[in-house]
């Protein structure tokens, strides 16, 4: 068994996660499974799309699990203004976070200028009304020049967190076949190098596991998207760490609910 950090309790892990729901097949009744289930494991937030979050708000309601919606989510194509108006009217109905994806094509073709001016607007319009900004890169998309520059701008910026990927940005494969890596260590050290001290790092896709939740904290990384949350946060109660444990599995079983390998990261 592979031992882990004596100082990282299990309500640390649980914190960490921001349990997605972001897959567009879950039901009405699977949403509601999942902000059960990440009011119970005590996690940082549920992901959701804009439409989701006033049934996730009050599902939520009493626990200390916030409200995460997605903008401009998974293309990054959107105008601006739809942009903003998507994180300003999901602010409005109780997300206090936003993630909004970057436009993928104007980062490769240089346009700096625009990105710059939407990672700020953005920003700027949550800031005012009460929530932090997560800035999506889809690093599968991208070379290190471009994290690096993105990793400028939202420092520059003021940004809370930037992420590395939405979970869907498949690239086609020699073999014909689409995949992702998702968040990579190479990336997860290249943002953490590029990125002012107040910013935080959101690694997503790819981390399903108490190790590698471990593993990419050791790199600096303070959030997590996933999906396998009850997975992760029982691992490390049954790998012993200490606590205290989350709120909502200390009166009742804490074995994985349903939901926690439903469709996504």
Not at 78 to 93: G, H, Q
Not at 99 to 128: F, K, P, S, Y
Not at 168 to 175: F, I, L, S
Not at 214 to 243: S, Y
Request: glycine share 10%.
């Amino acid at each position: 068994m592979t031992s882990s950090p004596s100082d990282v309790s299990v309500t640390d892990v649980a914190r960490m996660i921001d349990h997605s729901l972001l897959h567009p097949t879950l039901t009405p009744a699977q949403l509601q499974e999942g902000y059960a289930l990440a009011a119970r494991y005590g996690c940082a937030t549920v992901c959701v799309q804009p439409m989701s979050v006033v049934a996730a708000k009050a599902a939520l309601e009493g626990s200390e699990t916030e409200v995460c919606a997605v903008a401009g989510f998974p293309q990054g194509a959107n105008c601006l203004e739809t942009k903003v108006a998507e994180a300003e009217r999901s602010i409005a109905e109780g997300a206090t976070e936003i993630d909004v994806v970057i436009n993928a094509g104007l980062t490769l073709g240089g346009h700096w200028d625009i990105i710059q001016r939407e990672v700020e607007v953005v920003n700027a319009a949550c800031v005012r009304d009460g929530a932090i900004l997560k800035v999506i890169f889809e690093n599968d998309f991208l070379e290190n020049e471009h994290i690096i520059k993105l990793c400028e701008i939202c420092t520059a910026a003021e940004v809370a967190f930037v992420k590395t990927s939405t979970g869907y940005g498949m690239v086609k494969q020699p073999d014909g076949s689409y995949s992702y890596k998702g968040a990579t260590h190479e990336h997860l050290k290249l943002m953490r190098e590029h990125s002012g001290p107040n910013v935080q790092i959101k690694a997503a896709g790819g981390v399903r596991t108490l190790d590698d939740t471990l593993a990419v904290r050791a790199l600096g990384v303070t959030r997590i998207g996933a999906t396998a949350t009850a997975a992760i946060v029982q691992a490390a109660i049954d790998r012993g760490m200490p606590g205290p444990i989350p709120a909502g599995l200390t009166n009742g079983s804490s074995t994985a609910h349903p939901n926690g390998d439903a469709p996504g990261y």
